[in-house]
């Protein structure tokens, strides 16, 4: 049958004699379009993200979540695992969840099945991959007061704040230097403590050079002090504090002084850089001495969400970066 075949018929059953005809021609083509479109919807759904995840066992609305948080890469090798993993719906709403990381998240829950969502973010996040850490990188000294130095970035040898100014005498055992806000701020911190708890902030060490540093490596405990080039005393805006009445730095930890430090140094635009309830996750160590300038805002906002700066930093500065 030729088209002028199916013209010539639909003309001659449209004609006036056949009017009859008409309606249900039109109601049946118009059945047929609409079982073919949504055969078609049917064809395009079984291959979207939702379906091939709902497939594998989730909920519709964990499996459109999940489509929607993750790449098309990261779906299709969700799918390729074929089996329905209890934290990857979970996982996608945590507070810190990077959607680059997702793969990493859940190869991390296989080795560590111990470890809480929360904190398989914040491992993960911070660089520390169950396939091995990141490899280490420059620093971006361009991040300014929120430049990110540990033992994965590092600082050249060359490299030197600039203009660092002394503390005043009364203020360290000998001299020392820091950026100008930095010493501008423990001088603010220091009067305050000394009005609610009568104890002397003193600054023990601040910044050292990469030369200054070498010696420091060679001559202390390797567990608190950083190799050349991974120490934020380079920064210009780290410091060592302890007290005149609690010289020893763990006395400190204990002393009023110590105490009232960690509750309010935030408020000047310090943060407690290592501190103890990341030590268990993050792999440092304890250092209720090692303060960090990030500016008030930022250290209100560490200090309020109880993060690291390194969970700072990846979540806030290098996700919306990658965005
Ligand atoms: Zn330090």
């Avoid at 204990?254 to 943060?271: L, P, Q």
């Amino acid at each position: 049958m030729t088209l002028q075949d199916v013209k010539r018929l639909f003309k001659q059953y449209t004609s006036r004699e056949h009017s009859w005809l008409s309606v249900p021609i039109t109601a049946a083509t118009l059945l047929v379009l609409l079982v073919f479109v949504k055969s078609c919807q049917g064809i395009i759904y079984s291959h979207s993200n939702e379906c091939r995840i709902y497939r594998l066992g989730y909920t519709i609305d964990e499996a459109r979540a999940l489509a929607a948080a993750l790449s098309d890469e990261q779906a299709d090798s969700l799918v390729a695992r074929g089996e329905h993993d209890t934290i990857a719906y979970p996982i996608i709403g945590q507070r810190y969840f990077i959607a680059k990381n997702f793969d990493h998240y859940l190869a991390l829950h296989k080795v560590d099945t111990a470890a809480s969502l929360a904190d398989i973010v914040a491992i993960v996040n911070v660089g520390d991959f169950p396939e091995g850490a990141i490899q280490a990188a420059h620093c971006d000294t361009s991040k300014g007061y929120l430049m990110l130095v540990n033992g994965q970035h590092f600082l050249d040898e060359s490299y030197k704040p600039d203009s660092l100014v002394l503390f005043k005498k009364s203020y360290c055992y000998e001299e020392q230097k820091a950026l100008s806000p930095v010493v501008e701020a423990f001088k603010a911190m220091q009067q305050e403590c000394k009005k609610e708890t009568d104890a002397q902030l003193m600054v023990n060490s601040a910044y050292r050079s990469y030369k200054q540093q070498i010696t420091t490596h060679k001559n202390n405990n390797k567990r608190y002090v950083a190799q050349p080039g991974n120490s934020e005393h380079q920064t210009g805006l780290a410091i060592d504090v302890t007290s005149l009445q609690h010289p020893e730095k763990w006395a400190f930890d204990k002393s009023k002084e110590g105490v009232w430090m960690r509750e309010n140094c935030h408020k000047y635009g310090f943060i407690l850089r290592y501190p103890e309830k990341q030590s268990r996750i993050l792999g440092y160590s304890y250092e209720p001495w090692h303060l960090r300038y990030v500016g008030k805002d930022v250290a209100k906002q560490i200090h309020d969400e109880d993060i690291t700066f390194d969970e700072y930093y990846a979540y806030y500065l290098e996700r919306q970066q990658a965005q």
